[in-house]
């Protein structure tokens, strides 16, 4: 029995297509696979594999955390980040955090040159972090500053006290936990907190002076507390140039015998979702094959997978920017 010449036809036709399906699902597999191997591989994307300027942004609250860090030091240890452009835009954060981030930097400095960028905002933490570079540059509005050190706690017991609540504790000593907020804070506890405040202080304040090379005159001017424009800041000492990233790339050209041509590359941290890649590739084949929902929650997971804490003592400024 002869078949059909159609039926035939239809079935070179699908052949045809599921060839097709075929090549395209290898090498999307093969463009994960190199994806991966890549990534677990610790190598950059390709835009890092020529001579450039890194450029690192740091924003939001400073907490020290160990993937900011694993990338400050990724940046030390490229060849091909000729020297580090860091872009600040930060009230602050922890005291041990930018403890941690100012050494992570001055790291950095020992091998490459390093200018540090303020926008709107650099203070207390994200001041120690400015500090670590070789200059810093900032809008003439730009405010810098705020160093000093912070401890607070609410204490609430008048308000429990009013509504006949009371909280008891058994402790081993009267400093232990204390203050807590549920109970008046003793003269004893009060002065515990104020000794490791001024310990911090202490230690601000000599970093400030050795990195700013100001005599006790100066740093007593600047050391109050308050945040100044760049403008006020400049004929302090906390400010070098007034300016931007322009007048940053200009100074390691003139300064550091930076290549004036040389890229300026964003290096950023990864959320977990994104470290291999896979979230960004998936979304794309979503769409591409018609799977919109699909893709639309893929992308906005990676945008929700962020999150960050404060605990401890604080270098920190709090106020409004806006006119």
Do not use: C
């Amino acid at each position: 029995m002869s078949v059909p010449n159609d039926y035939l036809i239809d079935r070179r036709r699908l052949r045809r297509k599921l060839g097709w399906w075929r090549l395209a699902a290898l090498l999307a597999f093969g463009v994960a696979g190199l994806v991966v191997a890549v990534r677990l591989g610790g190598a950059e994307s390709a835009d890092k594999l020529t001579p450039h300027v890194a450029r690192l942004e740091l924003k939001g609250l400073i907490t020290g955390d160990d993937d900011t860090l694993d990338l400050v030091k990724k940046i030390g240890d490229s060849n091909q980040a000729k020297a580090l452009l860091l872009e600040i835009e930060s009230p602050g954060g922890t005291t041990t955090g930018a403890e941690r981030l100012y050494e992570e930097l001055r790291r950095v400095a020992e091998k490459k040159p390093v200018v540090a960028v303020v926008g709107t905002v650099a203070a207390s933490g994200a001041y120690i972090a400015a500090l670590a570079a070789d200059t810093i540059v900032a809008r003439g509005n730009s405010l810098v500053g705020s160093i000093g050190v912070l401890f607070q706690y609410p204490n609430v017991y008048k308000l429990l006290d009013k509504w006949g609540v009371e909280v008891e504790t058994v402790k081993s000593s009267p400093l232990k936990a204390a203050p807590n907020g549920f109970e008046p804070t003793s003269p004893e506890a009060r002065a515990a907190i104020a000794s490791l405040v001024a310990d911090s202080y202490v230690w601000f304040k000599n970093l400030v002076r050795e990195r700013r090379n100001l005599d006790e005159e100066e740093l007593a001017k600047v050391t109050d507390g308050r945040v100044f424009t760049a403008r006020q800041g400049q004929p302090l000492k906390l400010v070098d140039l007034i300016g931007g990233r322009r007048e940053a790339i200009d100074w390691l050209v003139a300064n550091k015998g930076v290549a004036k041509d040389l890229p300026v590359r964003e290096w950023k941290k990864k959320t977990n979702l994104e470290r291999l890649g896979l979230v960004e590739g998936a979304a794309s084949l979503a769409r591409v094959v018609g799977l919109q929902s699909l893709a639309g929650f893929l992308e906005q997971s990676v945008r929700l997978e962020r999150s960050s804490g404060l605990d401890g003592l604080l270098a920190i400024w709090q106020g409004s920017t806006a006119n």
